[in-house]
């Protein structure tokens, strides 16, 4: 999915389709209510985090799965503001990352002067994490 509007009513669209992409890739069971928390996380961190309120922003969305070492990659790519900042221990919020890193075997944040990519891989066999070019869907 590309160019999705960074909007709270466009979540569950996004979710769904990931869901259909868990469905359509034969994702293995277990892996797919972890895929589905950590991407979750991520989109709603954009929507929240990565444009002012009184702007409007998209998002990319790219999944992919390698079936040949069962990898799943999947990339959030936004095109604001990376805010940092580490989780306010008298919070109960900002713990997105800390999750999505719990719920995943790889996890990484990239901001840069474009905006802020999230990479987040579950590896199943040990192998290529280069995913299978066939398999990808929001491309």
């Given at each position: ?41 991520a ?28 990898t ?7 095109h ?6 580490g ?12 999750l ?18 999230v ?21």
């Amino acid at each position: 999915m590309v160019a999705v509007p960074a909007q709270v009513s466009v979540l569950s669209a996004a979710r769904a389709a990931l869901t259909e992409f868990a469905t359509e890739a034969e994702l293995p069971d277990a892996m797919v209510p972890d895929m589905l928390l950590a991407t979750y996380e991520a989109m709603a961190n954009i929507v929240e985090h990565a444009y002012p309120h009184d702007g409007a922003g998209t998002f990319d969305l790219k999944a992919a799965y390698n079936r040949a070492d069962e990898t799943l990659t999947i990339t959030i790519a936004d095109h604001g503001s990376w805010k940092s900042g580490g989780p306010d221990p008298a919070s109960r919020r900002g713990r997105g990352l800390q999750l999505m890193r719990s719920c995943s075997d790889v996890a990484d944040v990239v901001p840069d002067d474009s905006g802020t990519q999230v990479h987040l891989q579950w590896r199943g066999r040990p192998g290529s994490a280069v995913p299978d070019e066939n398999s990808v869907v929001g491309s």
